[in-house]
């Protein structure tokens, strides 16, 4: 089995920055892909930024780009997303997942909120 934990969500102005982490426990060794993903309120839960857990490889969905970044530590299994310049509509339930290579997202923390006012 596979734990994560997300921390580092806050309330935010717009503007602002925020980290979040995602400590990922337990055998490790069957991780392949870290994501994060978010969900807002009445909205489909999206992916943000996924890295492969080795590091690189990093994936960024569009709204986010060139604001979020996405980096994975195996020396403290930690995964971090840097958020930068958050705008209102990062507004979501921000959510880390584990996946093993070949496979689905199958490993989920239990979320960290992000609000970020205007």
């Known amino acids: 089995q596979v734990q994560l934990v997300e921390s580092g969500g806050g309330l935010v102005q717009a503007g602002g920055s925020l980290r979040l982490s995602c400590v990922v426990a337990g055998r490790t060794a069957s991780v392949h892909i870290v994501g994060w993903f978010r969900q807002a309120p009445e909205k489909a839960r999206q992916l943000v930024a996924a890295?492969?857990?080795?590091?690189?490889?990093?994936y960024y969905a569009d709204p986010v780009k060139g604001r979020f970044t996405i980096a994975s530590d195996n020396a403290t299994n930690t995964v971090y997303l840097q958020m930068n310049n958050l705008r209102p509509e990062d507004t979501a339930l921000y959510y880390c997942a584990a996946s093993p290579p070949r496979g689905e997202y199958e490993y989920w923390g239990q979320g960290t909120q992000v609000t970020v006012s205007a």
């Open positions: 890295t492969r857990w080795s590091g690189g490889g990093p």
